[in-house]
């Protein structure tokens, strides 16, 4: 059975979402962050670098967001949750969820985690700073979303992007101007909490209100 090592609310979301979507047996497995669980000895044979999420399918395990998702997606053909290989479409695929990981989501990890780029006298400041640069990050989606033929992140199609461009979005809610204040994407933000994946992992994860909205 696949097994997803989770915790509430973190990167993890993004495949347990996606899971949900494929509605296919799978086990979640905790990992306690509060006693630094991501860095045991056992967790760091799984992911040497000791993040968060890995998934475990059968004897393979597999790292990073992105390539857990699309292994997902590529070993349950059935669900389209991403396009045909050899498209425009897949490639369109590819770049959004690499620059959803590889931009946003590095450029949020700056924001949250301050305090390992900064000394404390500065961290106010580099947030700030951190904060401004992802302003027209959500531009981009905010654009990408004007622009594209229908309701989600790549068109009329549903796809594993969506899973992470609606997590990225949540991280902002506390933001001065969050992703939920601009009207393409807080349209697609709210038909995002409609879909009854979503909804299940959230009500497994425990996720409060304010996670979705400040």
């Given amino acids: 059975m696949l097994k997803l090592h ?21 086990a979640l497995q905790l990992v306690d962050r509060a ?12 992911n040497p670098n000791g993040l968060i999420p890995v998934l475990e399918d059968g004897t393979l395990v597999v790292y990073e967001t992105p390539a857990i998702l699309l292994h997902l997606s590529d070993t349950h053909p059935q669900a389209r949750l991403v396009p045909d290989i050899g498209t425009s479409q897949r490639a369109q695929c590819y770049q959004w969820m690499v620059w959803l990981s590889n931009t946003l989501q590095a450029t949020l990890v700056q924001y949250f985690y301050a305090e390992r780029y900064v000394d404390a006298a500065g961290v106010a400041d580099f947030r700030a700073r951190t904060e401004a640069r992802i302003a027209p990050m959500l531009d981009q989606l905010e654009a990408q979303l004007q622009s594209s033929a229908g309701p989600w992140l ?13 997590v ?28 009854p994946a979503v909804q299940r992992a959230a009500a497994t994860e425990q996720l409060p209100e304010t996670f979705f909205t400040r």
């Fill in 6 to 26: 989770y915790h509430p609310s973190d990167a993890s979301l993004m495949p347990h979402i996606l899971l949900e979507e494929l509605g296919v047996p799978f």
């Fill in 154 to 166: 790549l068109g009329t199609d549903y796809s594993a992007a969506d899973c992470m461009a609606f």
């Fill in 168 to 195: 990225l979005c949540c991280w902002t809610r506390n933001f001065a101007r969050p992703a939920n204040s601009l009207p393409a994407l807080g349209a697609y933000l709210a038909r995002m909490r409609q879909r």
């Fill in 35 to 46: 006693r630094n669980a991501q860095k045991s000895a056992a967790y760091l044979k799984l």
